[in-house]
């Protein structure tokens, strides 16, 4: 098996990144629009990024190079 290397757990992590923000944020407005009505912009843009930085994280994570040779 082929050892992973820093530039595809980057690659990796920043894709899971952009995918998860525009998912919640997607999520997030629709919620907003349909149910709440009255949110704060800036409150919306918050929980996506820390919801993209937290799956980024994850990823990262999972996809650690391996030392093995």
């Keep these: 098996m082929k050892a992973k ?8 992590a920043g894709r899971t990144f952009v ?3 525009i998912g919640t944020l997607a999520a ?3 919620l907003n629009a349909a ?3 009255d949110a704060n912009a800036f409150t919306n843009w ?5 919801a993209g930085a ?7 994570v ?5 030392n093995e040779a």
């Design 54 to 60: 937290i799956a980024a994280g994850v990823a990262a």
């Design 35 to 37: 149910v709440l009505q």
């Design 5 to 12: 290397s820093w530039k595809e757990t980057l690659i990796r």
């Design 46 to 50: 918050a929980i996506c990024l820390v």
């Design 19 to 21: 995918q998860t923000f």
């Design 62 to 66: 999972m996809n650690l190079p391996s």
């Design 28 to 30: 997030n407005f629709a």
